[in-house]
């Protein structure tokens, strides 16, 4: 079974609106922390945002805020007021801590949602 | 701070050649190290990672190995190039829970 599923291939938004990437994800580790990253055309991997299993708020950076329902396995990324720099692929990811030897075994990542802000 | 470094850029191999890509950290000491593939339109393959110098552990069976010589450093390897290793490959460096960085990769293609 997928660790990472991410529902949403593409999406066309209109600048200035609000985002929400899909993320769902499947752990029996009740110690994990979950990842958004940006790639822009560039390829470069770009860190959004963090959440970890234990932490009792939804992380927000800026613009982003991830929407975590831990009950739903669920960890969605918030883009509030898109702008064309928006544009690009978005991965979510998971780092499985306590099962996997401390997490020393890197992140598990979806298949990523393109996401096109249109003007 | 903490920057990584790969090269080349871009490569453009035969099938059946050899294959070196290098990685290397500045900025820390003892980090794990990891090797990512990204094949065209996919998320990302963890191919292996690294807790200190000469251990390495494979996540996938393939054609590719890994060698850590240095405390810095982690080169991904092959003796004799497939099709199927083109893509995208990502050297990072995972410290602390939350400290994931990635450096600018490799664009690979296999002809």
């Known amino acids: 079974a997928q660790k990472i599923t991410q529902t949403q291939p593409g999406m066309f938004v209109q600048e200035k609106e609000a985002v929400t990437l899909d993320c769902t994800y499947d752990t029996s580790d009740p110690s994990y922390g979950l990842f958004w990253y940006k790639q822009p055309s560039s390829g470069e991997m770009i860190f959004l945002i963090y959440q970890g299993s234990y932490d009792q708020q939804n992380a927000t950076e800026g613009r982003y805020s991830l929407n975590f329902q831990k009950a739903r396995k669920s960890a969605n990324l918030v883009i509030s007021a898109s702008q064309l720099g928006d544009s690009a692929m978005y991965f979510c990811?998971?780092?499985?801590?306590?099962?996997?030897?401390?997490?020393?075994?890197?992140?598990?990542f979806g298949k990523g949602t393109h996401l096109i802000i249109q003007p | 701070s903490q920057t990584i470094h790969q090269w080349p850029a871009t490569l453009v191999q035969p099938v059946g050649s050899p294959l070196s890509l290098e990685c290397t950290v500045e900025?820390?000491?003892?980090?794990?190290l990891y090797w990512y593939r990204q094949a065209a339109g996919r998320g990302l393959q963890l191919l292996f990672y690294s807790v200190g110098i000469g251990q390495i552990s494979s996540e996938v069976p393939q054609n590719l190995s890994a060698s850590r010589p240095q405390d810095r450093q982690f080169i991904l390897s092959s003796k004799k190039l497939l099709l199927s290793d083109s893509g995208f490959y990502l050297c990072?460096?995972?410290?602390?829970?939350?400290?994931?960085?990635f450096g600018p990769g490799t664009r690979l293609t296999v002809t």
């Open positions: 990811a998971m780092r499985e801590l306590m099962y996997s030897g401390g997490g020393a075994d890197g992140l598990t």
């Open positions: 900025g820390t000491s003892n980090p794990n």
């Open positions: 990072a460096w995972i410290a602390g829970t939350y400290e994931q960085y």
